[in-house]
């Protein structure tokens, strides 16, 4: 049957009736039609809709449901004298590349079959599980495969070990087209091949359209296949039923029958579902076999497409009399299909609760089994984060890399896509250091598109056995982010990563302790008195003028001179927690030896008690009684606040500090 729909040379869409084609007209035409007309006209999506003047009497007026029907040529659209103004509807369709294939159709007479060459189903892919074949798939888009599910179920928490060959026939001589698989989706409904045999493999990195790699196309709706169409089957397994154990390094592939409905439910009347279909012969003889799971069954519709039709799921025997193939009916799950394949928003900020992990790519190394997945939660092997930190349970889900003995000092990179900020941002993540690693994770600043060109702001490791959130500042230049996760020599374990996000501005704690006191204020300061003490006060000094402008700098003081030994003044910030090491550094200057001490402390808050530690840094003189750099290292905690404590000495002076600075890192870093 020819196509019932087109696209006219000059854009005009056009509709078979009686024997001619007659255009479309724009009146009351909805432009949420385009894409399924486009479809009709076996083209891709639409890229513009518009209208355009016809010299002509008749036109075709089409309904959302007269486009549907035309999708699958049944439509039956009808005919009407004039249009307003003549106006008939104009499209631009992209070209559609799936379900091509550049080869002929191969000859009518996996078992009973024929070798196949490259390029005859470019969307045949090969499943390798530690480089072993596992099963077939189809390649679906450029970034997804589809197999069915029983052949991956206890790979789901292992995607690292699977890769995928696409663009070969022959697996004895694969050099190139082997990507790895980052996840591994199964139908939520799965129960192994008694229902929702089916699962998606999400690609480590997208692959080319070529002559002997392009998708299949998918059903656009639920059909009624007719079993007059032209349909085959292809995989790399059994060809011979004598040796069960002997699978094809060449792809075969089989012509075979769709079954009624009906038909294949007497033969397996307790088994047999709606979102199962059959295909073979009364005869036996060609049929799928064992190793040819997952792969495709597709048929040939009415404009030349193959479409995806089944996944080869189970049968009994192979090639048995009057017992067809049994096959995961792929357009029973169109809708499950779209939502994990949907592309989705682009954004740095992510929980990766969507599986277009907001536009994140990692880095492509075909020969390491080391990179970021997106797992969920759970406490089967491998070991991993049972909970995610967004939802707190095992349905959440994170990146993770996960180091095992082949893996050891190798190195994986999961990049953010493109930040919008053109000034210095605030990024913050948890990150989980799962069991026994000693993995190593870095927080890079990348400037241009080539990862050299970055800078690491953050080196995390030896976190604690939960997740915990990291804030660190991004330098204004950032055009966006690397985690660059390294593995040691501990293969138990690996490193989470969940909730990142990203907002202008300095991060929340970094204004609870940074300040240079040139606004004239204490920032986000407190001062107190202690012990009948004084408080913390601005202060100014006048510096060298520069270009004859005189400069004024600001400063925090405390003068003990008029205090009691021992008495205190504190400067303390709004409570805070940290999960990681920080750095604080600062400017301070004090008097002469024994007149006055400076401390660095913290006040931990534990059920409404405070308990204050200033063992982490105490000066009692600056180098010439000038202004000297001071640093201090606080280790993780929770619930705490930061003070510098300036302490009356025996004979009274005077203590200052400005230019007070946080880095989330160990002061020698």
């Given at each position: 049957?020819?196509?019932a729909?087109?696209?006219?040379p000059?854009?005009?869409l056009q509709?078979m009736k009686?024997?001619q084609?007659?255009p479309?007209c724009?009146?009351?035409?909805s432009?949420e039609?385009a894409d399924s007309?486009?479809?009709a006209?076996?083209?891709?999506?639409?890229v513009?809709?518009s209208s355009?003047?016809?010299?002509?009497?008749?036109?075709?007026t089409?309904?959302?449901?007269?486009?549907?029907m035309?999708?699958?040529?049944?439509?039956a659209?009808q005919l009407?004298?004039?249009?307003p103004?003549?106006?008939?509807v104009?499209?631009?369709?992209?070209?559609r590349?799936?379900?091509?294939?550049?080869?002929?159709?191969?000859?009518?007479y996996v078992?009973?079959s024929r070798e196949?060459?490259d390029?005859?189903?470019?969307?045949m892919?090969?499943?390798?599980?530690?480089?072993?074949f596992q099963?077939?798939?189809?390649?679906?888009?450029?970034?997804?495969?589809?197999?069915a599910?029983?052949?991956?179920?206890?790979?789901?928490h292992?995607?690292?070990?699977?890769?995928i060959?696409?663009g070969?026939?022959?697996?004895?001589v694969v050099t190139?087209?082997v990507?790895?698989?980052t996840?591994?989706?199964?139908h939520p409904?799965n129960?192994?091949?008694?229902?929702?045999d089916?699962?998606l493999?999400?690609?480590?990195q997208?692959?080319?359209?070529t002559?002997t790699i392009?998708?299949?196309?998918l059903p656009?709706?639920?059909?009624?296949w007719?079993t007059?169409?032209?349909?085959y089957?292809?995989g790399?397994?059994?060809?011979d039923?004598?040796?069960?154990?002997?699978?094809?390094?060449?792809l075969?592939?089989a012509?075979v029958?769709?079954?009624?409905?009906g038909?294949?439910?007497?033969?397996?009347?307790?088994?047999?579902i709606?979102?199962?279909?059959?295909a073979?012969?009364?005869?036996?003889?060609?049929?799928?076999?064992?190793?040819?799971s997952?792969?495709?069954?597709?048929?040939?519709?009415a404009?030349?497409a193959w479409?995806?039709?089944g996944?080869?799921?189970?049968?009994?025997?192979?090639?048995?009399k009057?017992?067809?193939?049994?096959?995961t009916?792929?357009?029973s799950f169109?809708?499950?299909?779209?939502?994990?394949?949907?592309?989705?928003?682009?954004s740095?900020?992510?929980d990766?609760?969507t599986s277009?992990?907001?536009?994140y790519?990692?880095?492509?190394?075909?020969?390491s089994?080391f990179l970021w997945t997106r797992r969920?939660?759970?406490?089967?092997?491998?070991?991993r984060?049972?909970e995610?930190?967004t939802r707190s349970?095992d349905?959440?889900?994170?990146?993770?890399?996960?180091?095992?003995?082949?893996?050891?000092h190798?190195?994986?990179?999961?990049?953010?896509?493109?930040l919008n900020?053109?000034?210095?941002a605030c990024l913050?993540?948890?990150?989980?250091?799962?069991a026994d690693?000693?993995?190593?994770?870095?927080v890079n600043a990348?400037?241009?598109?080539k990862?050299?060109?970055s800078?690491e702001?953050?080196?995390?490791e030896?976190?604690?056995?939960?997740?915990?959130r990291?804030e660190m500042?991004?330098?204004?230049?950032t055009?966006?982010?690397?985690?660059?996760?390294?593995?040691q020599s501990?293969t138990q374990?690996g490193?989470?990563?969940?909730d990142?996000s990203?907002y202008?501005?300095q991060?929340?704690d970094?204004?609870?302790?940074s300040?240079?006191f040139?606004?004239?204020?204490?920032?986000?300061y407190?001062?107190?008195?202690?012990?009948?003490g004084?408080?913390?006060?601005?202060q100014?000094?006048?510096?060298?003028?520069?270009n004859?402008i005189s400069?004024?700098?600001y400063?925090?003081e405390?003068?003990?001179?008029?205090?009691?030994?021992?008495?205190?003044?504190?400067?303390?910030s709004?409570?805070?927690?940290?999960?990681?090491?920080?750095c604080?550094?600062?400017?301070y200057?004090?008097?002469s030896?024994t007149?006055?001490?400076l401390?660095?402390?913290t006040?931990?808050?534990?059920?409404?008690?405070?308990?204050p530690d200033?063992?982490t840094?105490?000066?009692?003189?600056s180098?010439?009684?000038?202004?000297?750099?001071?640093?201090a290292q606080l280790?993780?905690?929770?619930?705490?606040?930061?003070?510098?404590?300036?302490r009356?000495?025996?004979?009274?002076?005077?203590?200052?500090v400005?230019d007070?600075?946080?880095?989330?890192?160990?002061?020698?870093?």
């Open positions: 049957m020819s196509a729909v087109q696209v006219s000059d854009g005009l509709v009686e024997g084609w007659f479309v724009s009146h009351n035409w432009p039609l007309a486009c479809a006209a076996y083209l891709g999506s639409v513009n809709t355009a003047t016809v010299v002509q009497n008749t036109f075709i089409l309904t959302q449901e007269d486009v549907e035309y999708v699958v040529a049944q439509g659209a009407r004298s004039g249009c103004g003549n106006q008939a104009s499209l631009t369709c992209r070209e590349e799936c379900g091509v294939t550049l080869t002929p159709l191969p000859q009518p078992l009973g196949s060459v390029g005859q189903w470019p969307w892919a090969a499943i390798l599980s530690g480089g072993n099963c077939g798939a189809s390649i679906i888009s450029p970034q997804w495969v589809m197999t599910a029983h052949c991956v179920y206890n790979l789901v292992t995607p690292e070990r699977l890769t060959v696409a070969h026939v022959n697996l004895d190139d087209h990507t790895r698989v996840e591994v989706i199964q409904e129960d192994y091949i008694y229902y929702a089916i699962s493999l999400r690609l480590q997208p692959l080319t359209t002559a392009r998708p299949a196309c656009t709706r639920v059909h009624q007719s007059n169409i032209p349909c089957v292809s790399w397994g059994v060809t039923v004598s040796d069960m154990y002997e699978m094809s390094s060449i075969h592939h012509k029958k769709l079954w009624p409905q038909k294949c439910k007497a033969v397996y009347p307790a088994r047999l709606p979102s199962m279909i059959c073979g012969y009364e005869h036996g003889e060609i049929d799928a076999c064992k190793g040819d997952g792969g495709p069954l597709v048929c040939q519709d404009r030349g479409q995806q039709v996944v080869v799921s189970w049968g009994r025997g192979c090639g048995t009057g017992m067809p193939g049994v096959y009916r792929v357009d169109l809708e499950w299909i779209s939502n994990v394949t949907a592309e989705g928003d682009i740095v900020t992510c990766f609760e277009a992990i907001c536009g790519v990692t880095n492509v190394n075909a020969t089994s969920s939660g759970g406490r089967t092997l491998p070991p984060p049972v995610d930190n349970d349905s959440g889900h994170y990146m993770y890399v996960h180091v095992d003995d082949d893996s050891r190798e190195k994986a990179t999961l990049y953010t896509p493109r900020f053109t000034s210095a913050t993540i948890h990150v989980f250091f799962f690693t000693d993995a190593v994770l870095t990348v400037a241009g598109q990862s050299n060109q800078e702001v953050m080196r995390l030896d976190g604690s056995a939960d997740w915990t990291v500042e991004l330098p204004d230049w055009v966006r982010v690397a985690f660059l996760a390294l593995a501990r374990g490193v989470g990563v969940d990142v990203v202008a501005g991060c929340a970094t204004l609870k302790v300040c240079n040139d606004s004239g204020s204490l920032c986000q407190t001062a107190q008195a202690a012990d009948g004084v408080s913390w006060q601005i100014t000094e006048s510096l060298p003028a520069i004859n400069q004024t700098n400063f925090v405390a003068d003990m001179r008029g205090s009691r030994l021992g008495q205190s003044a504190l400067l303390m709004p409570p805070m927690t940290s999960s990681v090491t920080r604080i550094r600062f400017r200057k004090l008097s030896p007149a006055v001490s401390s660095v402390c006040l931990t808050v534990v059920n409404g008690n405070g308990f200033c063992s840094w105490t000066r009692s003189s180098e010439n009684n000038d202004w000297s750099v001071g640093q280790p993780p905690r929770s619930n705490y606040s930061l003070f510098f404590r300036a009356r000495g025996f004979r009274g002076g005077v203590a200052m400005d007070v600075t946080k880095v989330d890192r160990s002061c020698d870093s």
